[in-house]
């Protein structure tokens, strides 16, 4: 399924193209959950941050660490539409855009021929938790930019651009600050590893990217204090591990969480000896490591696994398209077992209203019935992927990275 061309204006055009009518149909069908019924969703701190931009608030009453994520509400509240979730959602279209010429661009950097590149992007655009769908049930939200933010990175990386790094790094703290520990992560692997091949360039902009991060965040903090005084990354991290330590179950809820963030990709890719055995390829030495950390993320940084698993879509699927190696059998085995996971026909229940039902979306929320039969697809997904989705051809060689 090679295609000479694997790069286009066309190709962006068209999917932009697309994913505003998807926009436009998800937003007339999918109607925005009442957060103010029920003070555990997020949009309650946004809003709170976006009353304070926009006056109507004179105090900063925002939680950690919604109150250093000031990017998306400050933007937010310049907007002329008035209400928050149009002004919201404005945003969320425009990154619902912009990140789609950077996924093309940077799919090409790492060898995905035009299939790849577009099942990557209707997955991560089509999602129920992805780019459209769960960002109109919940458009008070600071997701989308961040996949924007996360190919702007890689394509800094790959495309040694330590300077762009440099200049986007406290934008891209202050619109979520997972940012500094992807870079304390560059930082030891591969930074050390290049540091030891005479390559200081890199570690050294990581380095100093990083610490920019650091004192973005410092600074942020200090101008918008967290209502809830003491609490911090480290702190946040010990509590869910806690958690995690006194329910085992949640272990079996997220690996259900994140078959259905991935489908059959993740464990067509797990199956295969391959995808741990190739040498990395050009490039990879990068992803792999900010793959690796969203998979620790989705564990240890907060309940909502699914959600956060998906958020490292951009890495995470880069890896996992860029290993497998499938005949067109084997794609339509995979396509058909994981479009499921998708929900392309269903909308999000309003978890204002109805807590309960949304709950049941969630492998990380539902009851023991519908964990059961997340539970069950699981088990399928395994099954087919270890006896029908072996890698068809195997690299015998380290491949070479397009220019």
């Known amino acids: 399924m090679k295609s000479g061309k694997i790069y286009s204006f066309t190709d962006v055009i068209l999917a932009m193209a697309l994913t505003l009518g998807g926009f436009m149909v998800f937003s007339g069908l999918q109607p925005p959950l009442q957060h103010q019924l029920n003070p555990l969703f997020d949009a309650n ?82 999602h129920w938790v992805g780019v459209l769908k769960g960002n109109l049930s919940d458009p008070i939200t ?54 030891r091949h005479h390559d200081k360039k890199a570690p050294i902009a990581l380095a100093a990217a990083f610490f920019i991060s650091l004192l973005t965040l410092k600074i942020t903090g200090h101008y918008f204090p967290p209502a809830n005084a003491g609490k911090n990354g480290a702190v946040n991290l010990f509590y869910n591990t806690v958690g995690l330590l006194g329910h085992p179950d949640l272990f079996l809820r997220w690996i259900c969480a994140v078959t259905l963030a991935y489908g059959a990709f993740l464990w067509a890719s797990i199956r295969n000896r391959q995808f741990w055995t190739i040498p990395i390829i050009p490039h990879h030495q990068w992803l792999i490591p900010l793959a690796l950390t969203y998979v620790f993320f989705s564990l240890f940084a907060g309940g909502d696994f699914t959600r956060i698993a998906f958020l ?33 026909f269903g909308f999000l229940p309003d978890g204002g209203a109805d807590f309960e039902t949304w709950k049941t979306w969630h492998p990380e929320y539902a009851p023991w019935k519908s964990l059961g039969r997340y539970c069950l697809y699981t088990a399928i997904i395994v099954l087919v992927s270890w006896k029908w989705l072996k890698n068809h051809f195997v690299t015998p060689r380290m491949k070479k990275a397009p220019k």
Do not use: H
């Open 142 to 195: 600071v997701d989308v930019p961040i996949y924007f933010f996360q190919l702007l990175l890689v394509y800094c990386l790959i495309g040694r651009k330590w300077g762009l790094l440099l200049l986007i790094t406290p934008l891209m703290t202050i619109q979520k600050e997972s940012l500094l520990p992807l870079l304390l992560v560059l930082i030891v692997y591969p930074g050390i590893s290049l540091w």
């Open 45 to 126: 701190q946004y809003e709170k941050a976006y009353g304070y931009f926009t006056g109507k608030s004179d105090n900063y009453l925002v939680n950690y660490p919604f109150s250093i994520r000031i990017l998306v509400p400050w933007f937010a509240a310049q907007l002329p539409f008035g209400d928050i979730i149009d002004n919201f959602k404005a945003i969320n279209l425009l990154f619902s855009l912009a990140w789609i010429p950077l996924w093309f661009l940077v799919s090409k950097k790492f060898g995905l021929d035009r299939f790849k590149m577009w099942i990557g992007w209707f997955w991560i655009t089509f």
């Open 312 to 344: 490292g879509s951009p890495f995470i699927m880069l890896v996992l398209l860029g290993k497998l190696e499938l005949t067109r059998i084997q794609w339509g085995i995979l396509l058909v077992m994981s479009i499921p996971a998708m929900r392309l």
